[in-house]
């Protein structure tokens, strides 16, 4: 149980930067986070010695969010409007300014705009640094498909940024105030 606290204790800052960059919503992704790490927990007898601990965990995350994310779609999704829902500030070390607000508002809308396996990519390999092998093996995919996704998903970001290419319209549920609390999404 040592080793598990030892390896997994240090990751849970990651894990939680990503599942809130996945998810959007803060409490969602902190619950995504408990999933994973009664997950990991229940599961750590049964991993291979010589897998990645890294990579076998953020497969576990991310293969929880993909499903959270089905059964969301599936039954509508409850939006909070009246949050902000962005990654902490901290955790990214960008300072509180106004500019960088809105840089960092514009970049969460365009990398919304990519493909979930093109997000995907792009967080642990940019965000959460992540080797293209490690972010393979998270991801249950070949090495060279990290690369092709992770090239185009920065062509992309780059023609939206620039605006050579339509940002995705503002997420209402990304805004800073509304009068309604909660909207229910229907299919």
Known sequence: MS?????V??????????????????????????DCLERVIARWAQR???????????????NLAVQ?????????????????????????????QQEHRVRHHELMRAIDGLSEDQR?????????????????????IPVGTVMSRLARA?????????GVEAMPPADPSHAEHSARPHLRRLK
């Open 3 to 7: 080793d598990l606290i030892l390896l």
């Open 9 to 34: 204790e240090p990751m849970i800052p990651a894990l939680r930067r990503y599942a809130r960059a996945l998810l959007r919503d803060r409490e969602s992704a902190d619950e995504l986070v408990q």
């Open 48 to 62: 291979r010695e010589a897998e990645d601990t890294r990579s076998w965990v953020f497969a576990i995350l991310h």
């Open 68 to 96: 959270r994310m089905r059964q969301q779609s599936r039954r509508g999704l409850h939006l909070a409007i009246d949050e902000i829902d962005k990654i902490d500030e901290e955790a990214l070390g960008m300072p509180a």
């Open 120 to 140: 995907a990519v792009l967080l642990l390999v940019a965000v959460e640094d992540l080797s293209y092998a490690e972010a393979a093996a998270a991801l249950g």
């Open 154 to 162: 920065r062509q992309r970001l780059h023609r939206m940024l620039d």
